[in-house]
């Protein structure tokens, strides 16, 4: 074997090694976190964790009906989304059809900015803007409330929306569009009936990713939302998602072994399966929607 031979040998390993770190880190958080769960498992029965609607670790013993975190964290993700995946499909849209190169060129670092802005901030944003904001529209409004809480993560996952939607769009080949208008399309029905539908794979992938994002959003709903785990679908009320509470307990002084404290990785792992969960989603979408071009 020569010595390219070799240089490329390594360079195979090295790429096999890369993958691998990633498969191995996968593996030792499920570990982790099914490992550090089963002692809670053990005290509080899964079906009361997973159907209770009442979560108060204290006093001791607690009652631990996870429903009120996941309530409130399917709040703030479905209007996150509702905010992020209109505006971002429509700017996608504008800068991959209709924007000027030029044009293109200035909104397009613009808007991603945004996904550079510190999650903190976005947080102190809901709670001294946005809430102020929806007071004059709800006077009763709580100062952490889930409204707050969606429409700042919907701004956070905007960008991601909008960038991954555009790249998607710019895929589609030229051809497709020169086709179209030589049949006489207009624009908009270029973009309606060709672009978009072509482009469909990429875009619900970025849609799916986007909302992953939001569901896993820390900081930003810790401040705009609040830490109150109440089962409610109010958008005006204080409420607590699974990854609010997940660093709210773990920064207070609680005893390693105790059911409060198995309670972080018990909802660290139905966190873990939501996330998965929509990651094989998007697996499936991509493959049933995409289009192959020779």
């Not at 010595?3 to 390594?10: D, Q, S």
């Not at 991954?164 to 895929?171: G, I, K, V």
């Not at 785990?229 to 990854?243: G, R, Y």
């Amino acid at each position: 074997m020569g010595a390219r031979g070799m240089r490329e040998g390594a360079v195979k390993w090295f790429c096999f090694a890369c993958a691998l770190v990633s498969v191995v880190t996968t593996f030792g958080i499920v570990y982790v976190l099914i490992s550090q769960a089963l002692p809670f498992f053990q005290a509080v029965s899964p079906v009361a964790f997973f159907t209770g609607t009442e979560w108060k670790p204290s006093p001791e013993p607690g009652r631990y009906g996870v429903l009120p975190l996941v309530t409130g964290t399917l709040m703030i993700t479905i209007g996150a989304g509702i905010i992020a995946v209109p505006l971002g499909l429509l700017s996608a849209i504008f800068l991959s059809e209709y924007a000027h190169p030029r044009l293109r060129s200035f909104l397009k670092p613009a808007l991603e900015l945004l996904a550079g802005i510190p999650t903190v901030v976005y947080g102190y944003l809901g709670l001294f803007l946005v809430t102020p904001m929806l007071r004059n529209v709800f006077p009763n409004i709580q100062a952490s409330n889930a409204a707050a809480g969606a429409i700042v993560v919907g701004i956070m996952i905007l960008p991601l929306v909008s960038s991954l939607c555009e790249d998607a769009l710019r895929a589609v080949p030229s051809a497709l569009r020169e086709g179209a208008y030589g049949l006489g399309a207009t624009k908009m029905e270029v973009t309606t009936k060709i672009v978009v539908p072509a482009a469909l794979s990429g875009i619900m992938a970025s849609f799916i990713l986007a909302l992953s994002r939001a569901l896993g959003e820390t900081m930003a709903v810790t401040l705009a939302a609040g830490s109150n785990p109440a089962l409610t679908l109010n958008p005006t009320k204080s409420i607590e998602t699974m990854t609010a509470y997940i660093v709210t307990t773990s920064q207070g002084d609680i005893a390693a072994g105790t059911a409060r404290y198995n309670s972080i990785f018990a909802v660290g792992i139905t966190l873990f399966v939501f996330t998965m969960g929509m990651n094989l989603l998007a697996t499936r979408l991509v493959k049933r929607f995409r289009q192959v071009y020779s």
